[in-house]
């Protein structure tokens, strides 16, 4: 269930188009509450709200439906099915199709910090000898 209510939330934060919910204030959960209450008539305590959010703590089924009635779901069973992702297994043919990372040697990156420290330092003596 876990990965679930974890995906309810990010679906609600996108509908939301507020802050990431690790800043939201207790007010920001009463807004919340009302919000759904408008939507779907039915009532969510705001300290049910910031535990779920907290510690995806569930009350009740009741709870679940009206958070995903909220984000227009029939209700929390509907979310699950249409959320279903199901499991991928990888064979060595389907991993060889993803390119490896190309990363750029570290000497390489010591070369370019220091050539531009002495072209800095070059242009900075220049500067003050054209004075």
Not at 45 to 73: G, K, M, N, R
Request: some cysteine.
């Amino acid at each position: 269930m876990k990965p679930y209510t974890d995906d309810l939330k990010q679906q609600i934060e996108r509908v939301l188009h507020w802050e990431p919910s690790s800043h939201w204030r207790p007010r920001d959960f009463v807004h919340l509450s009302e919000l759904i209450c408008n939507r779907t008539d039915q009532y969510v305590d705001a300290h049910e709200l910031q535990a779920f959010w907290q510690s995806s703590t569930v009350s009740s089924p009741v709870f679940l439906d009206a958070l995903a009635c909220f984000i227009d779901y029939s209700d929390w069973g509907d979310f699950c099915n249409r959320n279903f992702y199901g499991t991928v297994e990888t064979d060595d043919e389907t991993q060889l199709l993803h390119a490896p990372m190309w990363e750029i040697p570290i000497r390489w990156v010591i070369a370019i910090c220091w050539f531009s420290v002495i072209a800095s330092i070059t242009i900075g003596i220049l500067l003050v000898l054209k004075r």
